[in-house]
């Protein structure tokens, strides 16, 4: 039998049939190319995951960084001031400070009759603001003026004859003292001042100042650890709890602290400052006398 040949005329379409050879070198090109695909794709996967972890690490770091910036910053300023404002944090406030070693700050039976200066202004209201300044302390100039503000009979002379709860009426002056008088609250200035005479011009008319020449004026920032840097060393303080300005409302009876707060207070409460620090003390006497029974 004869095999048939098979012609191919010149521009016919007609391919001849792909023998074994062929097939392989077309399956190996495509495995070729596949594989070189796949390369380029891992390669590309690997560098985009590359610059996805490193800026993961960053933005980790930067968020690790400004937590503890923040948590830094709020200890610094909480061991500077710390907050007594809330009903409920009151009594442990007062307990801990009772149980630290800082001296005459606390609770109830916190005697302050060792500072005859403090003797009438205790006898004549109900709170007592100790107020830690200087006419030099630049921070201490809103304060005061706050005060001023606030508190000054002077000033508000206008508003006071027209309410008789305005807390200018409310003020302990040295005049009502002489003239056997009780007030709600008083202020007892006592300077960090570099003189007499800049004592005496920055007090105010609303103001009972420590005089300069007392003692009690550097025993009571020793007793309380709160005077300006510049006396920490000549005052052997240290450490040193508050800095200057401090206002330190306490209790006239008990003479336990109830605000080691009262600037920041002046600022929050404005004109119902004085009725916020007397909700303290009437809710911290009877969560202390409670305390006691229990």
Known sequence: MQKRRFRISKGSDMQLPLTTSDTSKQTTSFTGNKKNRMHKLRTRHEKRSGSSSLLTCVLFLSVTILIGFLVSYKFDFVSHHPIISSASTVVDASKDIISSAVGGVGGKNQSLAQFKILEKPLSHAKLVGLYFAASWCGMSTPVSETLEKLFNPNENAADADADATHLSNRILTLQDIDNGIHKDFSIVYISSDHSEEDMVDYTRSSWIPVPFDNPDRNDLKK???????????????????????????????THGVISTNGAEDLEEYGDGVLDHWLEIQTLTRALEDKYDEE
């Open 223 to 253: 007793h309380y650890r709160t005077c300006a840097e510049v006396e920490m060393e000549e005052l052997e303080i240290n450490p040193r709890r508050f800095h200057i300005p401090t206002l330190m409302i306490v209790d006239a009876v």
